[in-house]
């Protein structure tokens, strides 16, 4: 059906988008930002931190909006906000859960305790004050993960045959030695869960010396705990993956 403007045009009888139909389109838009702007040198990159605190509200819109056009035009930018936007809101349901669950206990316990109540006054005993608690300082931990020796595997599922990586929790620094033959240059790091949930994204710059190539990565404080996970260290267009085991 046509439609005639105030200048006497015609044109196709405007319509509004179903909800189905704008899921499709944002899906779209958001597969060409992860692919159509690759910036392998990372240029202009504001950093995972800063990526992070915006993906989870922690910034303020003043201090984010200097950022919104470059997210919008980096795909491992974007990349690394789509995934941390995901982690965060798996954490948020997660705390609604448990202040949910904590409300009902609270609950309960106060008319157990209102119907086991005695009719006679109640006494209070004075507590004993406690000795404050020292708090120990948090000493900077390095780990080293060794690849010299083991054969590169890209692709998105990790080398099944090959013995895991092993390092400590609570590790505050990251000395990765790169498979032999590895180049100088920018290399994404990244760890996950075996469900695909995002811990780490990080930048680091391998250099070669004395024929090892090795970079450096810090770690922010208590990001990955003992379990199970997945190492990721490449570029945009491709990635080396390997089983890592935290314990």
């Not at 995972?48 to 509200?57: D, L, Q, T």
């Not at 997210?71 to 954490?91: E, V």
Request: charged share 25%.
């Amino acid at each position: 059906m046509y439609i005639r403007d105030a200048w006497g045009r015609q044109g196709l009888k405007a319509k509004a988008y179903s909800a189905r139909e704008e899921k499709r389109i944002l899906a779209a838009l958001g597969r060409s930002l992860l692919r159509d702007f690759p910036n392998p040198e990372r240029i202009g990159c504001p950093g995972p931190e800063v990526v992070k605190r915006i993906a989870s509200h922690e910034m303020d819109l003043s201090e984010a909006d200097k950022w919104l056009d470059h997210l919008t035009s980096c795909s491992p930018c974007y990349r690394d906000l789509s995934a941390f936007q995901t982690a965060y809101r798996r954490r948020r349901r997660g705390a609604l859960g448990a202040i949910a669950a904590a409300i009902v206990m609270v609950a309960c316990f106060a008319g157990w305790a209102l119907f086991l109540r005695p009719n006679g006054p109640l006494v209070r005993r004075q507590k004993e004050p406690s000795a404050p608690r020292q708090e120990k300082p948090l000493a900077t931990q390095t780990a080293v993960l060794d690849l010299r020796d083991r054969s590169p595997q890209r692709g998105a599922e990790p080398a099944l045959a090959l013995p895991p990586l092993e390092m400590a929790p609570n590790v505050s620094h990251l000395e990765i030695y790169l498979p032999l033959g590895s180049d100088e240059g920018l290399y994404d790091v990244r760890v996950t869960t075996t469900q695909g949930e995002l811990l780490l994204a990080a930048t680091g710059r391998a250099k070669i010396k004395q024929g090892l190539t090795s970079m450096a990565v810090d770690v922010p404080p208590s990001t990955i705990r003992s379990g199970k996970y997945i190492l990721k260290i490449g570029t945009h267009s491709w990635e080396w993956v390997f089983p890592l085991v935290v314990r």
